[in-house]
């Protein structure tokens, strides 16, 4: 397949909070802004744009796309936006990537935003028409009942149990202590996570991520662009997303085989053949912590069941041989669903740019990977980084 | 067939009943807040140009759509204008006949560069036309509440 290589060259994100007062638009343009100005580069030379936002529902504006147009630079550019829920915010610099890569354009400006506090009682009711409305709706499913059946099966598995995942959570609360865009930074112990209110077995409130209102965006451009633009390009050099069936009851929920095969489209496109090896370091989406476990084995990192035993043994510790989630992940940073997963892709860039600052992970890393997953848990999206 | 015709017997096999259990607060924003603060308040309209641009938004932005810049100033406008476009509509959303046709325009607001859609008051719709000018009608300040109905309408100058 021949195509332009793509590099990210710019990276900018807002703080991520419960409710901010900024409407969705004034936190793109913010996030957009500093992406820019982090490489020096102006809208004159953003030669295309792609947005990712999660449900119009959240906002309470349909058409988001074109609503959130103005904050991500979209006037007067050739813009699009893309969305397959949870995963939408790796999926956006994939779709960006598409555009440099196919040669159509040098530059693309990826802005990722969401505030999810206009929905009230809480975005949870705009949730509810995701599931099937004549056989499920009634029976009033919460995504908390899915995650719940899912983490259930993923445990009784394996034999994990509930203190043994409570551990990502206090660790990825930690991370984020680091993290200036942080909403839950916090050191916490296991009995904590244990002790919290229970919402539906076996998840507690701090098994979960907050959710959250936050933008985050980067720049991408064209392998003879960015050499022009940074000395530090981070390459993007493999990409993969895949979709399971649409019968969420029907999967095997002790193992995301979606994201095995967006991992598997990543790896071969970016010549990896030993992912254990080859992946240094990485943010796999963690909305509740068995998730980065289950992700981890999803994308081959860690043999099925085994996650757990590189968590208990120190590995995917920042200081550890496989740093998982850096940056506080979606469980310390916050969660505003599509620039969650761009904070992921944002994390890795600055990790093997050597500018995480207290973040930094040790080893100079050279290869590290960002994945989200989402729609009616389903979907899997990846992108493989390099410097 | 009436596009407003609905389907009712939903206790029949075929129909299943739903709706979407969500309600929204929205937050003004920067830009907004400042702009429906100076109405409800002072009475007063309020704009905010990008230096970069030389681009005059009304009503108050934060930002600049071109260039992404940050703007913090506002300058006042007296929020005279003239008619763009207009409409009148007979119908309601039922597709019930309204008892006065409403008058809807674009206005083209002085000393901006953007146009500001509402109601024209004061004038029959025969009486309209593009270019006229017009001024805005304001509730009384014990009524205004910061929202886009303390203006009334629009009308003539």
Known sequence: MAYQRVAIVGAGITKFVRRAHETGKELAAQAAKMALDSCGMTMKDIESVSLGTAPDAFDGVHMKGEYLSDGSGGWRKPYMRQFVGGGTGVFAPIHGWYHVASGMFDTCLVVCSEKMSSCHPHPQGAFKTIFDHTTEQALNPTLIWIFALEMNRYMSTYGITKEEIALVSVKNKKNAMDHPAAQLPMEITVEDVLNS????????????????????????????????????????????????TAYWATRDLYYPRYVEKAARMAYEMAGITEPKREIEIAEPYDPFDYKELHHMEGLLLADRGKAVEMLLDGKTQRDGDRPMCPSGGALGVGNPIAATGLMKVIEIFLQLRGEAGKRQVPGNPRCGLAQAWGDLMQVGTVVVLRR | MGLTERINQT???????????????????????????????????????????????????SFCERCLGKIEDTVAVPGTGKVYAFTVVHLNMDESPKKEPALVALIDVDGTDCRFLHYLTGV????????????PILKAKKDRRGHIEDILGFQPA
């Not at chain 1, 998840?203 to 050499?227: C, F, M, Q, W, Y």
């Open chain 1, 197 to 244: 209110e229970t919402l539906a077995w076996p998840v507690n409130r701090l098994d979960i991520s907050p959710a959250s209102d936050g933008a985050a965006a980067i720049v991408l451009a064209s392998e003879h662009t960015a050499k022009r633009i940074t000395d530090k390009p981070v390459w993007i050099d493999g990409v993969g997303w895949n979709l399971d």
């Open chain 2, 11 to 61: 206790d029949q096999l075929s129909y299943y009943e739903g709706q979407i259990p969500v309600e929204y607060v929205y937050t003004y924003g920067l830009g907004l807040e400042k702009f429906f603060r100076a109405i409800k308040d002072d009475g007063k309209f309020l704009a905010s140009r990008c230096l970069e641009c030389g681009i005059t938004y009304f009503p108050v932005r």
């Open chain 2, 124 to 135: 029959e719709a025969y009486e309209v036309r593009v270019g006229m000018k017009v001024k």
